[in-house]
T-cell receptor
Framework: AQSVTQPDIHITVSEGASLELRCNYS??????LFWYVQSPGQGLQLLLK??????LVQGIKGFEAEFKRSQSSFNLRKPSVHWSDAAEYFC???????????FGPGTSLSVIP | EAGVVQSPRYKIIEKKQPVAFWCNPI?????LYWYLQNLGQGPELLIR????????DSQLPKDRFSAERLKGVDSTLKIQPAELGDSAVYLC????????????FGPGTRLTVL
């Protein structure tokens, strides 16, 4: 069965510092991969997705993610974090374009001035 | 363009009482999803619809949960009777169709069962 792990439950970074959120999945083929962000009291918003092609994908709000098949990872990065980036981040995986999406447990990001 | 609308935003009920949540997806979106999100966890799919048809309800606890999407537009999720463990956020999402995974989420309904 598919599974998604996000090893870091909580991360704190200083504003302006770089950020990397880790995501690992368990699935044999190349899955459909997503990163979503959830601000307090809000629904989830898609940051970026990977289906095929270039393994480095660009998303909204200055985020990018890199798919590494050998490591079964899809880590999210941002070169310079803003205070408004404080939120919960979820990695998600789908087996096919028609399959349901499985969400990881999330990483909570705090940003200190 | 209006997003996914959910109501109510918050609901507090006594255990064993019934409760219903409503969702109106983005116009033109054929696929609708209901998720359960417990505190500190990611969303878990309860049911997904393609138009009026429930295409995946394997995770829906059918002894107490029910859902409908009668005209293939808005949807209602019901719990009867509610239990203490049902306290969570119930998220609704929609996408263009089953083969288009980009989901758009509503703000959720936070349910507290006392």
């Amino acid at each position: 069965a598919q599974s998604v792990t996000q090893p870091d439950i909580h991360i704190t970074v200083s504003e302006g510092a770089s950020l990397e959120l880790r995501c690992n999945y368990s699935y044999g083929a190349t899955p459909y991969l997503f990163w979503y962000v959830q601000s307090p009291g809000q629904g989830l918003q898609l940051l970026l997705k990977y289906f095929s092609g270039d393994t480095l994908v660009q998303g909204i709000k200055g985020f990018e993610a890199e798919f590494k098949r050998s490591q079964s990872s899809f880590n999210l990065r941002k070169p310079s974090v803003h205070w408004s980036d404080a939120a919960e981040y979820f990695c998600a995986v789908g087996e096919t374009s028609y399959d349901k999406v499985i969400f990881g447990p999330g990483t909570s990001l705090s940003v200190i001035p | 363009e209006a997003g996914v609308v959910q109501s109510p935003r918050y609901k507090i009920i006594e255990k064993k009482q019934p409760v219903a949540f409503w969702c109106n997806p983005i116009s033109g979106h054929n696929t609708l999803y209901w998720y359960l999100q417990n505190l500190g966890q990611g969303p878990e799919l309860l049911i997904r619809y393609e138009n009026e048809e429930a295409v995946d309800d394997s995770q829906l606890p059918k002894d107490r949960f029910s859902a409908e999407r009668l005209k293939g537009v808005d949807s209602t999720l019901k719990i009867q009777p509610a239990e203490l463990g049902d306290s969570a956020v119930y998220l609704c999402a929609s996408s263009l169709n089953l083969g288009h995974n980009e989901q758009f989420f509503g703000p959720g309904t936070r349910l507290t069962v006392l």
